[in-house]
């Protein structure tokens, strides 16, 4: 075996080798993948886009049956964000095996893994993954301008953490989920869906409107490489190389766009408070998916809170804390708290009392783009009150006289321009028989067990 490799030097070709292999296994930067592409989300009747506004979100009118958006991509998204639940090794086999399928029927897609989750799974997987930073304050940047699509894996709390990622940008790229976690009412397909799934999400807007000549194209270009015996394909990549037919021009993978809350935190002179690197400590607003929360903590006082409504004093409350919800967080937190459940394709948001020393202190449902102000009152016998975002506290909590403002974030401007808030996944697709259902009645159901009678198995 010695004189065979002396003699052909085959020790050192396995070496480079095996380094080759082991580079190419690294972690590598997310820096260094190609800056992320905007989708556009559609309605039923919608006006084809200039070459100026290839980035917007367009609609003329949706129709009353069917209020979900259509998923355009421009071209193939190429970065993959997963995102799994903590500590649950079922879940961690889940994401290696969508991982793998990724890779093996999308080639041209990379996969982006958070820090922990990449050092976890990296090693089971036979190809080259990407990550970033783990202070957040260093990842958002590449985070905001790089990811194309994220996946989870978990329950509704790792779609919050998911969205939480992208809490100081208004731009969210679409999240599809698959429910492995407690309840799952967020999470829209099974995993034993992931590849049809998938596959939906990819190829939604391929060959659609003025996009069908550029895979026509591509195609000629792969056919006349292969008859002069060119073995570089390398530029045809994304659509032309799936295999299957495309989705159509009238089909689209079906998304909700979830309204999320901007919330910062003030001085008493009005001055912005940050605090950590944490997404709920950020400088600037922070948008919320679910609900922004002052509680009283540890103190055993209650906590008393002067609350405006559009600038105007409406109440001082005497409660345990108060929560402030979109229509997504109003089957969570404020739900407990005795609020209202609201379809999430009502702009509003949700004014809950959480346990309130006085009994006629109701829950409000007030348009979404109304200015709430919770101060601190300075009757408040404890100095200082929590204050948590989607479930994340705040380093620093408020203070007497110290205000949190809050208001709902625009996802339609005047001109019928769709942005912001959170495009969620649903299931089914736009056009493939669908009528129009949401699947929110059927979480009611069979999820929060609605109005079940008494003595009856759920």
Known sequence: MKVLQRKFGLSSVWNRRSSIIAARRDVKGIEMLPDRLTPQYQGSCCSPLTEDHETDFQIEAETPNNDLLSLQWPSPPRNILLVKKDHAPTVTDALIELAKHIHS????????LEPKVASECHDALPFQVFSFPPNRDAAAP??????????????????LHASSLFATTPHVPPIISFGMGTLGFLGEWKFQEHKRAFREVYMSGAGAGDRSHILEELNEKLALKEDLGSTNVSGVT???????KSMGSTRGARVLLRNRLKVGVFSGNGERISGDDSAASAEGDVHAMNEVIIHRGKDPHLAIVEVFVGGRFLTEAVADGMIISTPTGSTAYSLSSG?????????????TPICP???SFRPLVLPANTPVTLRLSEKNRGREVEVSIDGIRRSRGVGVGMEVRVWGEEIKSPAGVWKGGVPCVMRGSV???????DGW?????GLLKFNYPFGEEG
């Open 105 to 112: 029927t999308y080639p041209s897609i990379s996969i982006i």
């Open 142 to 159: 590449f985070l905001h301008t790089k990811v194309d699509m994220t996946a989870t894996l978990g329950g509704d709390g790792t779609i």
């Open 238 to 244: 994304g659509w032309s190389s799936i295999r299957g």
């Open 339 to 351: 609020g209202s459940i609201i379809h999430p394709l009502v702009s509003s948001l949700l004014l």
């Open 357 to 359: 020393r006085s009994l």
């Open 431 to 437: 056009g493939a028989e669908a009528n129009g259902d």
């Open 441 to 445: 009645v059927g979480g009611l159901n």
